[in-house]
């Protein structure tokens, strides 16, 4: 059986390695039921998260240096990624470089200086629900279904970084990437499962994740706003790709509820712990215990845990 | 409906009517409270007049310094079109906050302007809506990391004073990244809410529920585990190296 599965490179990240453990243990089920294995990277490093950028090419090279670790140790130049904040960084410095030679040039010497090897513009980096949508499809997603998630209403959260700006992830530029202001590989991926989606308005809206902590209260306004639009529309639970995304609507929840009232109060959950659900494991295999919203509480109510 | 019950309006204030009022200094303000001309009354709104903005003092030399830096290569592009304000995320809940402009004060090295707006300017979420709408890919989302650069350059003091915050974390960051080529998000909450003066914060129900749970389900011990990357203390030297020799404004002295 393992022979068949499709083995790919996995960058999985600081947050997936720690906190939001359910997004990455979800992601690796889902995509082992689909027939990928996904192979985390070793001795990876930080890619800058967005607070890097001002360092010139340094902040290219953080996420450069995983695309070489990628290359020598499992000898892939694809690398998939699950959390859309590290997408943003692999696409913005592997598309930078290849655009700019004298950018390529100053990262090389940090390369050099690092006693390590050359990067050659030919990298490329994949945000998990683009790859799985295309190696496999929607069509996949449904054979796996064993148990449907028939009720259940889902509000897709895209989110920023996942298509935004179409300059590094070639959405509507390239046809096998989503669509930037209606995106809808979830939305796909959430009918096969037998579940129903929302349109609420504010699927690709900002949570403020950049200034989670600086900003606060900027990040409560933006989440407040879409946690309600969600829930007014009709939606049981908030699905989201990103762990910054969920930091914004799941773990600071309790706060937003506490200063916008009881109209934001929403389960979040990650796509692929749905996709885990569907796919018949438990629900404390998809991990959502681990989320603060308590998704639990409904699933429950809709029967299928 | 009772004409006379209905609460007064209050007198508008000098301009207030005016969209971008903050854009508009109260020197070059004109609005006179009572006016008659030619035996027409034009009192208060009806007479504002708005006296043209001469810029004279710009430095074109700014430029050329922000086309240096990796975020702010492309600002030679901009055709001030202000699709980056009108998409912006930040300028409806702050109506100072306005990409265009900065822009525009930056293509000018107008820095008596860029002051003005120091208090604001860090509020980038980082949406990258203006970068996916503008026509001439100037990437005003990363132009505002150019801002950023510039105000700490030229503004050590106001920073300081108005953006400690910000720095601060920004500083927990930068240490924890170059330090161990891994961010250690337990920490960086922790160790941000101390700095900035909200320790206390920690000790709420929100907070310590949080952590409870996180130590029960394993995820507190997973935190310790994360470790460093490997062969990072090489990287971190020659990191180090290019931001004390890179020319320009992302070099650390």
Redesign the interface.
Known sequence: MDNNKKQVAYYPG??L???D?AYNNSARLASEKMGIELTPL?????C???????????????PL?NMMLAKTTLGSKELVMSCSVCF?EFTRAVE?VKE?EE?LK?VN???K????EEYIPDGRPRHILEFLYNEKGPAEVRKNTVRPLKGLKVAPYYG??YS????YTFTDKNPLMDN?ERPKFMDDFIKEMGAETIFYGNEV??C????L???EE??F??CSQTLSKAKKAGADVIAVICPKCAGGLD?NQ??IV?KYGKDSELPVVYITQLMALAFGFSKKKAQF??M?SRPVEILKKKGFV | MDREKAPKRPVAEKGEHIIARHMVEDENLREEKNLVIDGVDVSGRWNTFILSRVDSDFDRSFFREIKK???G?RINRCWQCGMCTASC??TP?YRRFNPRAYIYMMQLGNLREIKKYIDVA????????C??KCPK?V?P??MM??L??LIKKYFPEEVESKLK??EK??KI??D??LGN??????T??TK??REMGRGMELFSK?ER??IF??IK?G?AF??LM?GK????S??R???E???KN?EGM?RIP
């Open positions: 600081c947050a390695l720690t906190v453990r070793q001795g990876y490093n930080c800058g998260i967005g607070e890097m950028k001002s360092k010139g090419a340094a902040s290219l090279y953080l240096r943003h930078r700019s950018e100053a010497v940090i390369f200086e690092a006693k390590e920023c970084l935004r700006p179409s300059m930037s809206q900002c403020g994740g950049r200034n902590i600086q900003d900027t990040s306004r933006l773990v309790p706060k506490e215990p681990d603060i | 830096t990796v975020v290569s995320t930040v809940l860090w509020r980038c979420v980082g949406c990258y809506k970068s996916q890919q990437n989302a990363e990391e150019a950023a650069l915050d910000d974390v920004k960051y930068d924890m990244i080529g891994r961010l250690n998000l337990a960086l909450h941000s809410l929100v529920d949080a749970k996180m389900d995820r997973s935190v994360l990357s490997s062969g990072w090489k990287s030297k020659a990191i190296k290019y931001l890179v992302e």
